[in-house]
């Protein structure tokens, strides 16, 4: 890195924040040596916010992060395995420019879509699991994404596994219509086949959660745990604003609002997400799995 | 007739609204429930219980309201987390007496407002969803108008999904589709054609089982022939056993 780039984060227009509002609320880590809280506004290293599970160290601040990374921090180390990674959407109903828009999303989050299912172990305790990505589409809910959750469930009840999701997403995927609608039909579905076998369902709720995906199996969970500060509900902000014409409290619609309102059972820091998931399992799964005493999952990791 | 002419029909104030149907299809056998028995009575879902040739069952519609007034005080169909627990409750309450359950649906989509968000919006639609999946009794869900996104929904997750000819049913409004895409909420013309959301197109998708003909005016031959059409389909559907019509319930959505 030359020292041009290094200096890249002082210029008050970076290119992230012409991509709209989003980009302007939410930055993502750029690849550089520093980077900026856009809370607290102060400069860390990069290296240290990697370290600290992509939280700010000075105020708690919970980067995004991409669904791989969430994967890697909350499993068992070399124990995910993924299903149905090579499913990919297509155009379903000839929506304009959506053809353009999947080819991009797959190009700048080198996945096939918005979310990530498989296998994975923590704490030594099975699970299965599905991790939305916020870098595909804003982790919206296309036909693909409502297959794969409904087969990670279908899965789980096949298995009598637990399931654990981290959703992001900015709700039902326009560009396929009603098709997107209807997978949260198929989803709670595949969610209640799940609960009624007796099984356990954690969600973990990360910002933002919004729209379909909040009105169906986001808050489906049995257990449901959020980020701090992560901006969940049905309706995003900007939309209320205009229904309402009025300006909205601050911290309407964060994880600490639910919370206070009886939406969420805790506010987990990303820090304390494995173990607190582990504690959870513990006490709805009889023993690790055989194959995961800490002897065997160095060996596994080979 | 284009596909926005189908969005200015669902929208027009003079049709007939889900207590129209009821009216005209039950009569006075209506019996209106209120309630969700948790924080309040939404205006926006009207429900209750009624005979139809002779059987109990229950009926559930989201209402716009037929005159300003009316809009005003059901929000303009637009319902609140307690309109959803309401419909569910009843539907609860459809299933313990085992009667079937007949959904009228017509709304641009649940509310968006901050007593909406405090309320749990996401989590009431996401229930209703659940549970409607394992509905031990049939579900029969009608869209007359607007079917707008998770608000609508949430009352359709059935056995089956019929359409008046000139309804809509989509994810997105027209116009907040074309200020998506094109920046601009007055090319809801073009994004209309875009969603697929006449019920010509969604029955080519597999999406509903039947479109009803709408009459050039509306006349007491729709809601007859409605009438008899509900009976008939909710005869068939008490003969299937609760396990095997929530199977065929999963398995209508699962396929999408």
Known sequence: ?302 | MSAYDCVTAARANNRPTSIDYITRIFGDSFFEFHGDRRFADDKAVVGGIAELNGSPVTVIGLEKGRNLKERMDRNFGAAHPEGYRKALRLMKQAEKFKRPVICFVDTAGAYCGIGAEERGQGLAIAENLMEMMTLRTPILSILIGEGGSGGALALAVADEVWMLENAIYSVISPEGCASILWKDSGKAAEASECLKLTSKDLFKLGVIERIIREPKDVDSKLFDSLKNLISETLEKKKELSPERLIELRYNRFRKF
Not at chain 1, 125 to 144: C, E, I
Not at chain 1, 200 to 223: C, H, K, N, Q, R
Request: contains cysteine.
């Open chain 1, 1 to 302: 890195m030359n020292t041009k780039d290094i200096f890249n984060f002082l210029k008050p227009k970076n290119e992230l924040e012409n991509q709209g509002e989003f980009a302007e609320n939410h930055p993502y880590i750029p690849d550089e040596l520093w980077v900026k809280c856009p809370i607290c506004k102060n400069v860390i290293l990069s290296s240290d916010l990697v370290d600290n599970f992509k939280v700010c160290p000075k105020c708690g601040y919970h980067f995004r992060i991409a669904a791989r990374q969430r994967i890697e921090m909350t499993v068992d180390e070399g124990t995910f395995t993924e299903f149905d990674a090579d499913m990919t959407s297509s155009n379903i109903i000839d929506f304009p420019d959506y053809a353009r828009k999947l080819k991009n999303a797959k190009i700048n989050s080198g996945e096939n879509e918005s979310v990530i299912t498989g296998m994975a172990k923590i704490g030594g305790y099975d699970t299965v699991m599905a991790v939305m990505n916020s870098q595909f589409m804003m982790g919206s809910m296309g036909t693909v994404t409502g297959e794969k959750v409904t087969r990670a469930f279908e899965y789980a009840a096949e298995n009598q596994l637990p399931i654990i999701i981290f959703t992001v997403s900015g709700g039902a995927r326009m560009q396929e219509g009603i098709m997107s609608l209807m997978q949260m039909a198929k989803t709670s579905g595949a969610a209640k086949k799940h609960s009624d076998a007796g099984l356990l369902y954690i969600t973990v709720l990360t910002d933002p959660t919004t729209g379909g995906v909040t009105a169906s199996f986001a808050m489906e969970g049995d257990i449901i745990l959020a980020e701090p500060h992560a901006l969940i509900g049905f309706a995003g902000p900007r939309v209320i604003e205009q229904t309402i014409r009025q300006k909205l409290p601050k911290d309407f619609q964060s994880a600490e609002f639910l919370l206070e309102k009886g939406f969420v059972d805790a506010v987990v820091e990303r820090k304390d997400m494995k173990s607190s998931l582990a504690r959870i399992l513990s006490l709805h799964c009889s023993v690790p799995t055989k194959e995961s005493t800490k002897e065997d999952e160095d060996n596994e990791c080979i």
